[in-house]
C-alpha cells in the first residue's frame, strides 16, 4: 500500500513568497519547485484565484510594476491619514497650554493681590 | 519603512501589534505581504488591469476602516473575504446580477478535517484511501495519482494525459475534495 496516499488528506500551510509566484508564471521553475506551487494551489483557494488572475496580465513583467505603485500608494495614504490624526491631536494641544498660562497668571495675580493687601494691613 | 525588515513576524502578530497601539504602519506591512494576491484575485474576476489596480487600492481602504472597528483572527482568509466581495459586487453593479456575498466577519481558515482524525490509526486511513481512489471518475483518479503519487507536476501530467493545464488544476482539485467526502462515508460506515 502507498503511503503517499496519506499526503492528499493532508493540507500544506507553507506560504509561496512573490518571488516563487513570479518564477512560477515565467516558467523558470524546475519540476520539484513547481510542484511545491501546485500542492499549495489544491488547498489553498486565495492562491489558486491569484494564479488564475496574474495568468490573464497580458505582460507579466508589468505584475511587479503593479504591485509597487500599489504599494507606495498605499504607504502615501497610510502617511496621509498619520499626519491628519496629527493634526486633530494639535488643536487640544493648544487649549491645554493657553490653559496653563491662564491658570499661572492668575496664580501669579492672587498671590500679588495677597501681598499687597497684607502690606496695607501693616 | 521597509517592510522586509519585518518579514518574520507572523500576520497574527502584527495584527496584535495593531491592536495593541493602533497604529496603522503594522497594517501597512501586513498589506503589502498580499498586494500580489490580491491584484490576481481582482484579475481573475475583473479581467481588467486597470479596474483590478482600482479594486486593490479600494480593498485597501476597506481593510483599514474595518480593522479597526472589529478584530479579525485569520487574516489571510479575511482579506481574500473582502477581495473576492468587492469584485462579486463591482460585477453585480456592472451586470446586474446578486452574487452570494460571504461573511467576512466569520471568517475561519478552511480546516483539514482530517486533522479532527489524527488518532485514528494511519492502517484504516490508508485501507479507506484505497478504497475511495477506486471511487473517483477515471480523469479525477488518473491525475490524482499522477500528482501525489508519481509526483509529476501539472505540465507533466498535461503531456502524459493530453488534457489542459487548466482541467489538469480542476481534475486534481476536484478528485482531492471527493477523496476526502468519500474517505469520510468509508470511516463512518466502519
Same mark, same amino acid.
Given at each position: 500500500?502507498?503511503?503517499?496516499?496519506?499526503?492528499?488528506?493532508?493540507?500544506?500551510?507553507?506560504?509561496?513568497?512573490?518571488?516563487?509566484?513570479?518564477?512560477?508564471?515565467?516558467?523558470?521553475?524546475?519540476?520539484?519547485?513547481?510542484?511545491?506551487?501546485?500542492?499549495?494551489?489544491?488547498?489553498? /483557494?486565495?492562491?489558486?484565484?491569484?494564479?488564475?488572475?496574474?495568468?490573464?496580465?497580458?505582460?507579466?513583467?508589468?505584475?511587479?510594476?503593479?504591485?509597487?505603485?500599489?504599494?507606495?500608494?498605499?504607504?502615501?495614504?497610510?502617511?496621509?491619514?498619520?499626519?491628519?490624526?496629527?493634526?486633530?491631536?494639535?488643536?487640544?494641544?493648544?487649549?491645554?497650554?493657553?490653559?496653563?498660562?491662564?491658570?499661572?497668571?492668575?496664580?501669579?495675580?492672587?498671590?500679588?493681590?495677597?501681598?499687597?493687601?497684607?502690606?496695607?494691613?501693616? | 519603512?521597509?517592510?522586509?525588515?519585518?518579514?518574520?513576524?507572523?500576520?497574527?502578530?502584527?495584527?496584535?501589534?495593531?491592536?495593541?497601539?493602533?497604529?496603522?504602519?503594522?497594517?501597512?506591512?501586513?498589506?503589502?505581504?498580499?498586494?500580489?494576491?490580491?491584484?490576481?484575485?481582482?484579475?481573475?474576476?475583473?479581467?481588467?488591469?486597470?479596474?483590478?489596480?482600482?479594486?486593490? +487600492?479600494?480593498?485597501?481602504?476597506?481593510?483599514?476602516?474595518?480593522?479597526?472597528?472589529?478584530?479579525?483572527?485569520?487574516?489571510?482568509?479575511?482579506?481574500?473575504?473582502?477581495?473576492?466581495?468587492?469584485?462579486?459586487?463591482?460585477?453585480?453593479?456592472?451586470?446586474?446580477?446578486?452574487?452570494?456575498?460571504?461573511?467576512?466577519?466569520?471568517?475561519?481558515?478552511?480546516?483539514?478535517?482530517?486533522?479532527? +482524525?489524527?488518532?485514528?490509526?494511519?492502517?484504516?486511513?490508508?485501507?479507506?484511501?484505497?478504497?475511495?481512489?477506486?471511487?473517483?471518475?477515471?480523469?479525477?483518479?488518473?491525475?490524482?495519482?499522477?500528482?501525489?503519487?508519481?509526483?509529476?507536476?501539472?505540465?507533466?501530467?498535461?503531456?502524459?494525459?493530453?488534457?489542459?493545464?487548466?482541467?489538469?488544476?480542476?481534475?486534481?482539485?476536484?478528485?482531492?475534495?471527493?477523496?476526502?467526502?468519500?474517505?469520510?462515508?468509508?470511516?463512518? /460506515?466502519?
Amino acid at each position: 500500500m502507498n503511503k503517499d496516499l496519506l499526503n492528499i488528506l493532508s493540507n500544506s500551510s507553507k506560504d509561496i513568497d512573490n518571488q516563487q509566484l513570479m518564477d512560477y508564471l515565467a516558467g523558470k521553475l524546475s519540476e520539484n519547485e513547481k510542484r511545491e506551487v501546485e500542492m499549495q494551489l489544491a488547498d489553498n /483557494e486565495f492562491l489558486n484565484d491569484a494564479l488564475e488572475g496574474l495568468e490573464n496580465v497580458k505582460d507579466k513583467k508589468n505584475i511587479n510594476v503593479f504591485v509597487e505603485q500599489l504599494n507606495r500608494e498605499l504607504q502615501k495614504k497610510l502617511l496621509r491619514k498619520k499626519l491628519k490624526k496629527q493634526k486633530r491631536k494639535l488643536p487640544h494641544q493648544r487649549w491645554i497650554y493657553v490653559a496653563i498660562i491662564v491658570i499661572l497668571a492668575l496664580v501669579i495675580l492672587t498671590w500679588f493681590m495677597i501681598m499687597k493687601y497684607q502690606r496695607q494691613k501693616g | 519603512m521597509n517592510p522586509d525588515r519585518f518579514q518574520h513576524i507572523t500576520d497574527h502578530s502584527l495584527l496584535d501589534k495593531f491592536y495593541t497601539d493602533k497604529d496603522n504602519q503594522w497594517l501597512g506591512i501586513l498589506l503589502h505581504r498580499y498586494t500580489m494576491l490580491l491584484f490576481g484575485v481582482c484579475m481573475k474576476y475583473l479581467k481588467n488591469e486597470e479596474d483590478a489596480k482600482d479594486s486593490v +487600492q479600494q480593498v485597501f481602504l476597506k481593510a483599514i476602516a474595518e480593522l479597526h472597528k472589529y478584530k479579525v483572527e485569520y487574516f489571510k482568509s479575511w482579506i481574500y473575504m473582502v477581495a473576492k466581495n468587492h469584485c462579486l459586487m463591482k460585477l453585480r453593479d456592472s451586470q446586474g446580477k446578486t452574487p452570494a456575498m460571504l461573511n467576512e466577519q466569520t471568517i475561519v481558515p478552511a480546516e483539514d478535517s482530517f486533522s479532527k +482524525q489524527a488518532h485514528l490509526d494511519k492502517d484504516k486511513l490508508l485501507d479507506a484511501m484505497t478504497l475511495a481512489i477506486q471511487e473517483l471518475n477515471d480523469e479525477q483518479k488518473q491525475c490524482v495519482t499522477l500528482f501525489y503519487l508519481d509526483k509529476k507536476s501539472y505540465t507533466q501530467i498535461a503531456d502524459v494525459t493530453g488534457f489542459s493545464m487548466m482541467q489538469v488544476k480542476s481534475y486534481i482539485q476536484n478528485g482531492k475534495r471527493n477523496l476526502k467526502k468519500v474517505v469520510e462515508r468509508i470511516i463512518k /460506515e466502519k
